[in-house]
């Protein structure tokens, strides 16, 4: 079993600036990739960016340039640096944590909303 735990989540105005953490405690070590995702009212959730254990990032075209994911394998924890927010970014953004056996495991969710 993976737990996960977001923080960092908050309203921020257009242009503005967020991180997100996402703290892994658990069976941390069967972990081989770290994403974040979110979802809008009324929309699916999409996936927003991704990390492997070898630090190989892959990001949804609409935040190529202003997000940015990491890891801090020490610490356990996966982070997502946004920048230059827009209203479009408003959704509550969850941590995923796959498994070498492909199980997945979700976060509780951290709210995000970009005023315009």
């Known amino acids: 079993q993976v737990q996960l735990v977001e923080s960092g989540g908050g309203l921020v105005q257009t242009g503005g600036s967020l991180r997100l953490s996402c703290a892994a405690s658990?069976?941390?070590?069967?972990?081989?990739?770290m994403g974040w995702h979110r979802q809008a009212p009324g929309s699916q959730r999409e996936l927003v960016a991704t990390?492997?254990?070898?630090?190989?990032?892959g990001y949804v075209e609409s935040v190529k340039g202003r997000f940015t994911i990491s890891r801090d394998n020490a610490n356990n924890t996966v982070y997502l640096q946004m920048n230059s927010l827009k209203p479009e970014d408003t959704a509550v953004y969850y941590c995923?944590?796959?498994?070498?056996?492909?199980?997945?495991?979700w976060g509780q969710g951290t709210q995000v909303t970009v005023s315009s």
């Open positions: 658990g069976s941390i070590f069967s972990i081989n990739t």
């Open positions: 995923r944590a796959r498994t070498t056996d492909r199980v997945g495991y």
């Open positions: 990390i492997t254990n070898d630090g190989s990032t």
